[in-house]
């Protein structure tokens, strides 16, 4: 499969299998209705709790922009209102003049401050709590903010003191003292207005917002999603056609859509190779029945006088060999599963003595070097490290009995086999001086049927081993390969 197709599964059909797992659903039950599912109650929660965001970020700002208004509006009438009293002789009014003047501009004393000297202009009767004082000459941003909602959550008979700088006359500061009872009665007011007017407004916003995703990514995901299950229930039936659309979502619809029917062809190529699979085991199953009955035979001729025969017997013997370890190798490559290892203390001396014999050194005049700690072992599959040792010995016999150096004698071929403790681990090297690998196939020597090991290699010793290995916990790789010879290394629990 591509990146691309896999990025669809990670992010469409695995959170899908996941959600019906978890839910219990079979494979086959009916779907649930998409508009009570789990992305559209996500948005319409998600639609919902931004539309209260925007009210709020449109209140709040508002509610301190009124507060302020409302305070600067009682200073500048209590500035006018103070400097018609400054007009009169003696700056002296009597009680009526001075509870008018204070009715209508809504505060209870006008303070004027200049140059350090407070003078007192308009003055109401002793208040039952101290104001609270506001300068409205240099406020935070988080004060302005905080200043509506103390007020509306305030004492009833809670008093403000207002300073700030005197726009219609001279001097310092202008500083008026007013019941904050009008001002939170207003200010209630023009919330409710502010918070029916922002609801009215981001609950219209909020439900085109839900409306435009419902079209756009709502639906198109519900379509996804019922081709995936359609999919999934039966994968032999006529996918539905992706969109034309150009976004990501139209990508999805036509990545999921060349998903598919790879996945079509892989399920109609593991049923094809199923059913080879089965031909080509009742075949070896034949073919072993005739190649023992040839190696009969040749056993027979073994004892033959004539000069011919005895010629010909050596290769006969070869080419029986080889087809018997060619079915064998395709029987155990074949299987479904190897079985579960079972890991014992395996000693690794009488190991590599039973796996050179069945690998044919003994009669060979290929010579074993080994270097082994004493008493050394690891904790492996005794018949799966059987195996391992003798496909790897093996390889190496068959590589060097056709190398023209060692039909020729130049150079006598050798295998040395080493091992060294490193922790936890036991690493084994297995070197000969052959001819080296090809590079052609060095980068695919692990894949079945690729074979580097000479004339009688089936290509799936390699392939074998290394799946022997991983089971153990193990590995298994090639650390060189050239004119002087090659290494591997297999690496198992100490």
């Not at 003047?101 to 009767?125: K, N, S």
């Given at each position: 499969?591509?990146?691309?197709?896999?990025?669809?599964?990670?992010?469409?059909?695995?959170?899908?299998?996941?959600?019906?797992?978890?839910?219990?659903?079979?494979?086959?039950?009916?779907?649930?209705?998409?508009?009570?599912?789990?992305?559209?109650?996500?948005?319409?929660?998600?639609?919902?709790?931004?539309?209260?965001?925007?009210?709020?970020?449109?209140?709040?700002?508002?509610?301190?922009?009124?507060?302020?208004?409302?305070?600067?509006?009682?200073?500048?009438?209590?500035?006018?209102?103070?400097?018609?009293?400054?007009?009169?002789?003696?700056?002296?009014?009597?009680?009526?003049?001075?509870?008018?003047?204070?009715?209508?501009?809504?505060?209870?004393?006008?303070?004027?401050?200049?140059?350090?000297?407070?003078?007192?202009?308009?003055?109401?009767?002793?208040?039952?709590?101290?104001?609270?004082?506001?300068?409205?000459?240099?406020?935070?941003?988080?004060?302005?903010?905080?200043?509506?909602?103390?007020?509306?959550?305030?004492?009833?008979?809670?008093?403000?003191?207002?300073?700030?700088?005197?726009?219609?006359?001279?001097?310092d500061y202008v500083e008026i003292l007013a019941?904050?009872?009008?001002?939170?009665?207003?200010?209630?007011?023009?919330?409710?207005?502010?918070?029916?007017?922002?609801?009215?407004?981001?609950?219209?916003?909020?439900?085109?917002?839900?409306?435009?995703?419902?079209?756009?990514?709502?639906?198109?995901?519900?379509?996804?999603?019922?081709?995936?299950?359609?999919?999934?229930?039966?994968?032999?039936?006529?996918?539905?056609?992706?969109?034309?659309?150009?976004?990501?979502?139209?990508?999805?619809?036509?990545?999921?859509?060349?998903?598919?029917?790879?996945?079509?062809?892989?399920?109609?190529?593991?049923?094809?190779?199923?059913?080879?699979?089965?031909?080509?085991?009742?075949?070896?199953?034949?073919?072993?029945?005739?190649?023992?009955?040839?190696?009969?035979?040749?056993?027979?001729?073994?004892?033959?006088?004539?000069?011919?025969?005895?010629?010909?017997?050596?290769?006969?013997?070869?080419?029986?060999?080889?087809?018997?370890?060619?079915?064998?190798?395709?029987?155990?490559?074949?299987?479904?599963?190897?079985?579960?290892?079972?890991?014992?203390?395996?000693?690794?001396?009488?190991?590599?003595?039973?796996?050179?014999?069945?690998?044919?050194?003994?009669?060979s005049e290929l010579k074993l070097v080994r270097?082994?700690?004493?008493?050394?072992?690891?904790?492996?599959?005794?018949?799966?490290?059987?195996?391992?040792?003798?496909?790897?010995?093996?390889?190496?016999?068959?590589?060097?009995?056709?190398?023209?150096?060692?039909?020729?004698?130049?150079?006598?071929?050798?295998?040395?086999?080493?091992?060294?403790?490193?922790?936890?681990?036991?690493?084994?090297?297995?070197?000969?001086?052959?001819?080296?690998?090809?590079?052609?196939?060095?980068?695919?020597?692990?894949?079945?049927?690729?074979?580097?090991?000479?004339?009688?290699?089936?290509?799936?010793?390699?392939?074998?081993?290394?799946?022997?290995?991983?089971?153990?916990?193990?590995?298994?790789?090639?650390?060189?390969?050239?004119?002087?010879?090659?290494?591997?290394?297999?690496?198992?629990?100490?």
């Open positions: 499969m591509t990146a691309a197709t896999h990025r669809v599964y990670h992010w469409a059909i695995k959170p899908l299998t996941a959600l019906r797992d978890r839910a219990g659903a079979p494979a086959g039950a009916q779907p649930v209705p998409r508009m009570i599912s789990g992305l559209a109650l996500r948005l319409l929660l998600l639609t919902v709790i931004f539309t209260f965001a925007v009210g709020a970020l449109i209140i709040v700002p508002n509610a301190a922009g009124f507060h302020e208004r409302w305070l600067r509006d009682r200073l500048q009438a209590a500035e006018l209102a103070s400097t018609a009293v400054e007009a009169l002789p003696y700056s002296m009014v009597d009680d009526e003049v001075a509870e008018q003047l204070m009715t209508i501009g809504g505060v209870q004393a006008v303070v004027v401050g200049d140059q350090g000297v407070r003078r007192l202009l308009l003055q109401a009767p002793n208040l039952p709590r101290a104001p609270d004082v506001i300068d409205l000459r240099g406020r935070s941003t988080w004060t302005r903010l905080i200043d509506p909602w103390r007020t509306l959550f305030g004492h009833p008979d809670r008093s403000i003191r207002v300073q700030a700088r005197p726009r219609y006359r001279s001097g019941p904050a009872e009008p001002l939170k009665q207003e200010l209630r007011a023009t919330l409710v207005n502010s918070l029916l007017t922002a609801v009215l407004v981001a609950g219209l916003a909020g439900l085109m917002l839900y409306a435009a995703l419902a079209v756009l990514v709502l639906r198109p995901l519900n379509r996804v999603t019922r081709s995936i299950e359609r999919f999934a229930g039966d994968p032999e039936s006529d996918p539905e056609p992706p969109s034309d659309r150009r976004d990501e979502i139209g990508q999805v619809e036509r990545e999921l859509a060349r998903m598919q029917g790879e996945v079509r062809l892989a399920l109609r190529s593991r049923a094809r190779l199923a059913a080879l699979g089965e031909a080509v085991a009742k075949i070896n199953h034949d073919l072993r029945n005739m190649l023992s009955a040839a190696q009969i035979a040749s056993d027979r001729m073994a004892d033959s006088a004539d000069p011919a025969v005895a010629r010909a017997l050596p290769r006969l013997e070869r080419a029986l060999g080889r087809a018997t370890a060619l079915t064998r190798n395709v029987l155990d490559y074949g299987k479904t599963e190897e079985p579960e290892p079972q890991l014992k203390r395996v000693a690794l001396g009488p190991a590599l003595t039973a796996a050179a014999q069945d690998a044919g050194l003994d009669h270097h082994l700690p004493a008493r050394l072992s690891v904790t492996a599959d005794p018949d799966q490290l059987h195996r391992i040792l003798v496909n790897l010995m093996r390889n190496a016999r068959q590589a060097l009995t056709d190398t023209p150096e060692a039909l020729s004698g130049t150079r006598p071929p050798r295998l040395e086999v080493s091992a060294e403790v490193r922790g936890p681990r036991v690493c084994i090297r297995l070197e000969d001086n052959g001819p080296g690998i090809p590079p052609r196939i060095e980068e695919q020597l692990f894949k079945p049927f690729v074979s580097g090991s000479g004339r009688e290699g089936s290509g799936l010793g390699l392939t074998i081993s290394r799946e022997l290995a991983e089971a153990q916990g193990g590995s298994l790789r090639l650390v060189s390969t050239g004119p002087q010879g090659t290494r591997f290394e297999l690496v198992l629990a100490a």
